[in-house]
């Protein structure tokens, strides 16, 4: 499981190493943004298939809307639409908000915010059970999973009912700068591991190259200490 990527090719290579054979790929959204490489990065998401949900970063960067974003995520942005073809944007702006798949009899609902705001909810690792538990009998889900806080959540109630987030592939918030992903197995309607996951990746080069772009150097900075 992996979400908000934010056009960090390295670090999405990374994962995907690390990870090994998967049968399938689940994608909480947020795929362009912040990093260097947004053609590059919906290029390997579409050949990795699976299942990838809008996030509010691709929204925003497919319609050139920053709207209620600090100045260098505006700047961000706004460098991203211009970079993205009229064929990529039609791509982003057609992913779906929610999706879910049913494996081996274990019910998954992916999307970037919450349930009940599907891309822009922020929905923090000390979020009220009441409200996670909400959130898993509205979608009937075994798993709920989410991403756009850029990090890692997993809350358990009971066996087969599961919220987790990911953290971010590529652009960790909880001061740790590794790339951020979470693995899950599953048999005959049971889930045998759910578990996050880290990996190094070469962050010079992604910061070096976030200078290069011209793009803001706190946002090559960050990188460095997983904020």
Same mark, same amino acid.
């Given at each position: 499981?992996?979400?908000?990527?934010?056009?960090?090719?390295?670090?999405?290579?990374?994962?995907?190493?690390?990870?090994?054979?998967?049968?399938?790929?689940?994608?909480?959204?947020?795929?362009?943004?912040?990093?260097?490489?947004?053609?590059?990065?919906?290029?390997?998401?579409?050949?990795?298939? =699976?299942?990838?949900?809008? =996030? /509010?970063?691709?929204?925003?960067?497919?319609?050139?809307?920053?709207?209620?974003? /600090?100045?260098?995520?505006?700047?961000?942005?706004?460098?991203?639409?211009?970079?993205?073809?009229?064929?990529?944007?039609?791509?982003?702006?057609?992913?779906?908000?929610?999706?879910?798949?049913?494996?081996?009899?274990?019910?998954?609902?992916?999307?970037?915010?919450?349930?009940?705001?599907?891309?822009?909810?922020?929905?923090?690792?000390?979020?009220?059970?009441?409200?996670?538990?909400?959130?898993?009998?509205?979608?009937?889900? /075994?798993?709920?999973?989410? =991403?756009?806080?850029?990090?890692?959540?997993?809350?358990?109630?009971?066996?087969?009912?599961?919220?987790?987030?990911?953290?971010?592939?590529?652009?960790?918030?909880?001061?740790?700068?590794?790339?951020?992903?979470?693995?899950?197995?599953?048999?005959?309607?049971?889930?045998?591991?759910?578990?996050?996951?880290?990996?190094?990746?070469?962050?010079?080069?992604?910061?070096?190259?976030?200078?290069?772009?011209?793009?803001?150097?706190?946002?090559?900075?960050?990188?460095?200490?997983?904020?």
């Amino acid at each position: 499981m992996l979400a908000d990527i934010h056009a960090n090719v390295p670090a999405l290579t990374a994962v995907l190493e690390a990870a090994g054979r998967v049968d399938l790929v689940l994608n909480a959204g947020d795929i362009v943004d912040y990093g260097p490489w947004p053609s590059e990065i919906i290029s390997m998401v579409k050949k990795l298939g =699976g299942v990838t949900v809008m =996030g /509010n970063h691709d929204r925003d960067c497919a319609l050139g809307t920053s709207v209620g974003y /600090n100045p260098f995520a505006r700047i961000s942005c706004q460098w991203t639409h211009s970079r993205l073809s009229a064929a990529e944007r039609a791509h982003i702006l057609g992913l779906p908000r929610s999706q879910e798949v049913v494996v081996e009899g274990v019910r998954i609902h992916i999307c970037h915010g919450s349930p009940r705001d599907l891309l822009d909810e922020y929905v923090t690792p000390d979020y009220p059970a009441k409200v996670l538990e909400g959130f898993i009998a509205a979608t009937g889900s /075994n798993v709920l999973v989410l =991403g756009h806080t850029h990090l890692p959540l997993l809350r358990s109630f009971g066996l087969n009912r599961h919220v987790i987030n990911p953290g971010s592939v590529g652009q960790p918030r909880d001061g740790d700068p590794r790339a951020s992903y979470a693995m899950l197995s599953v048999d005959d309607s049971s889930i045998l591991e759910l578990r996050h996951a880290r990996t190094t990746y070469d962050v010079s080069q992604v910061a070096d190259e976030i200078i290069k772009a011209g793009l803001p150097a706190f946002l090559a900075e960050r990188l460095y200490y997983g904020l």
